[in-house]
């Protein structure tokens, strides 16, 4: 090979590894932007229904900004479309419960969740810790951010803490901002009845909280027993917001057909090895988003109906996943 043949060559795969390089930033890009557009047209079709509907998603704090890192810009028809955003495992949890999150990993997640804060937007932050002392530290670090905070003593989110409750106010809480502490009891396993599960939220002074639509077996809880919900016991109200993933599919909910285990639809995709019964999602597909929203059977139109005040929407992180 003679030295300009040797110079082609050279230049060839340069330009080839310039190709794979963009391609791989492209596809970066497209999993997060495809994931911005799921949670506008989720916020656009819940207030188109319901103005005020709150949406908050969690975890993916990343598309917050355009570039998807705190060097960027706030990323502005995203953050429009959402009412706060929740964060797991900030100050504790995010290697191992009740184990102080490394600082580099809680610098990383906080300049980004400051984008968010500094355009007005409520922080809701779960640390996953149990020791008091933890519990204290957890609440101080998350108050001296501008966070709202839950410290849960257990990730399964099926039991209500015993420590004495953070910010407590007997207010009566009609928007997002003004509430200081929300509880997080997504898994009612611990509750035989829905009697039981009204009675136990309601004895406390939670000014949000999250739940799931259903107490088991795919039975929802009524608009009435929402209602029931929003009373605190020192005579407040509280707002209640509905969780539900858009970044999996959970082999326990209604629309979970035994057929797919064999036979999967091309949006379904491999199961979550770390949570059983919940499979990666091909969440740009059309097919999977009219199981969600934008249709008078979708998940998010049950959620509406029974009178919740907005949805908390989890795997959001789903880009994760594609980009690697």
Not at 301 to 307: E, F, N, Q, T, V
Request: glycine share 6%; hydrophobic share 35%; with cysteine.
């Amino acid at each position: 090979m003679n030295r300009y043949s040797t110079i082609l060559l050279a230049i060839g795969l340069f330009l080839i590894s310039c190709k794979k390089n963009n391609t791989s930033e492209d596809n970066e890009s497209s999993y997060k932007q495809q994931m911005r557009e799921l949670v506008i047209s989720i916020s656009a079709y819940a207030k188109s229904i319901k103005p005020g509907f709150i949406i908050i998603p969690q975890n993916g704090i990343e598309l917050v900004s355009d570039n998807g890192a705190s060097s960027g810009q706030p990323h502005k028809s995203y953050l429009d479309a959402i009412d706060g955003n929740g964060q797991e495992d900030l100050f504790f949890g995010y290697k191992k419960d009740d184990q102080a999150t490394p600082a580099k990993d809680n610098n990383y997640l906080r300049a980004l969740l400051d984008i968010s804060k500094n355009a007005g937007k409520v922080i809701l932050v779960t640390d996953y810790c149990a020791t008091p002392s933890k519990v204290i530290s957890s609440y101080r670090q998350n108050s001296d951010a501008g966070y709202i905070s839950f410290a849960a003593n257990k990730r399964t989110l099926n039991a209500i803490p015993a420590s004495p409750l953070h910010n407590e106010n007997a207010g009566i809480i009609s928007n997002l901002a003004q509430a200081r502490n929300f509880l997080y009891l997504i898994n009612p396993d611990a509750f035989n009845t829905k009697e039981a599960f009204i009675d136990a939220v309601t004895a406390t002074n939670y000014d949000l909280l999250l739940m799931d639509l259903f107490i088991s077996d795919n039975i929802s809880f009524t608009a009435a027993e929402i209602n029931q919900l929003r009373n605190k016991d020192n005579g407040g109200k509280r707002m209640v917001i509905c969780y539900i993933s858009v970044g999996e599919a959970e082999q326990y909910r209604y629309y979970w057909q035994s057929s797919w285990r064999n036979h999967p639809p091309a949006w379904l995709d491999k199961e979550n090895p770390a949570w059983a019964g919940n499979f990666k999602v091909k969440y740009w597909d059309s097919a999977w988003q009219n199981i969600i929203y934008g249709n008078d059977a979708s998940y998010l139109k049950r959620i509406i109906d029974a009178g919740f005040d907005g949805a908390y929407l989890d795997i959001i992180d789903a880009f994760e996943y594609y980009e690697k």
